[in-house]
């Protein structure tokens, strides 16, 4: 069976083709994936694959698929995006080798900084600290800014779960208003 003879007497032909999803898995793969989705919304049929990339059925109409689907009901949980039909989003930034490099000297430029500052820190006490004491102050600072980060770190995170999550419910409050106004 190919996608476009799926569609057509699989998903066109059921009556409740508004409130569910069907999982077909393609005989080849794309990029080592071959699940993807189809699902019927607004008078149409749509599409998304299993890699998260941009997957449009409709270049594939031709291709042969497994005979088992698995066919389910939508849920509320189930809706990510009620606005897009579907869009490739970067959720975590792939960074070049320039923008590493670039990062590697900051901290190679900060590292020279607190150098400088430990030799004009030894002048101006001249010598009535002892070296043992700087270092022991300098690991203790150390700590003290990694502590920090880390709890910056933390709290980015945190804040990030909360984002996508309060878009995740008002995405699904869309899905649900969506269903009561076409009484599905």
């Known amino acids: 069976m190919t996608i476009k003879e799926f569609i057509k007497d699989i998903v066109l032909a059921d009556s409740n083709k508004n409130y569910k999803y069907y999982r077909i898995t393609m005989n080849e793969s794309i990029d080592g994936k071959k699940n993807f989705i189809i699902y ?3 008078s149409k049929v749509k599409s998304h694959h299993s890699t998260g990339i941009e997957f449009d059925y ?3 109409l031709n291709q042969k ?5 698995l066919e389910r009901t939508i849920r509320v949980e189930d809706v990510i995006n009620m606005d897009l039909d579907f869009e490739l989003k970067k959720k975590y930034k792939q960074l070049k080798n320039a923008e590493v490099c670039k990062g590697i000297k900051g901290v190679i430029k900060k590292w020279g900084q607190e150098i400088l500052e430990r030799d004009n820190i030894k002048k101006v006490f001249k010598d009535s600290v ?3 004491d700087l270092i022991i102050g300098i690991r203790q600072l150390i700590e003290n ?6 709890e910056h770190s933390e709290l980015a995170y945190e804040i990030d779960k909360c984002k996508k999550r309060q878009n995740d ?4 409050i869309k899905w649900l208003e969506y269903r009561l106004n076409n009484k599905i």
Do not use: A
């Open 40 to 42: 019927y919304q607004d």
């Open 58 to 60: 409709k270049e594939m």
């Open 65 to 69: 698929i497994c005979l088992y689907y």
């Open 130 to 132: 002892s070296k043992d």
């Open 145 to 150: 800014i990694e502590k920090k980060n880390m």
């Open 169 to 172: 419910l008002q995405q699904q």
